[in-house]
Nanobody
């Protein structure tokens, strides 16, 4: 399973940004995709995940109500719409695949990772 994240960039606080993750390869081995992020000096954290088959979603407290995860099954693509961005959302965002059902809840439960895309929120 290969994952390719894209769409990161610089955005002002309060603004919005959408990032994407294309999943390829042995996609049958992927039960769900998560978005995880790592800010400077902090541990990597899972912020949201979506199940391919059931569409079940998970959001961490830090992003619930502001971020929306969605998927396009035909294109094997997962999107993360980020709204009302805050300075503390600045991080490298990774998409990752898991065989856990309906999705993994911690970074260690994700087997395959994309290369990451940097999101910088400015004041």
């Amino acid at each position: 399973v290969q994952l390719q994240a894209s769409g990161g960039g610089l955005v002002q606080a309060g603004g919005s940004l959408r990032i994407s993750c294309v999943v390829s390869g042995r996609t049958s081995g992927s039960h769900a995709v998560g978005w995880l992020r790592q800010a400077p000096g902090k541990e990597r954290e899972l912020i949201t995940a979506i199940s391919w088959n059931y569409g079940s979603t998970y959001y961490s407290d830090s992003v619930r109500g502001r971020f929306i995860i969605s998927k396009d099954d035909a294109k094997n693509t997962v999107f993360l719409q980020m709204n009302s961005l805050k300075l503390e959302d600045t991080a490298v965002y990774y998409c990752a695949s898991t065989t856990f059902k309906p999705y993994g809840l911690v970074p260690d439960e994700y087997d395959y990772w994309g290369q990451g895309t940097l999101v910088t929120v400015s004041s």
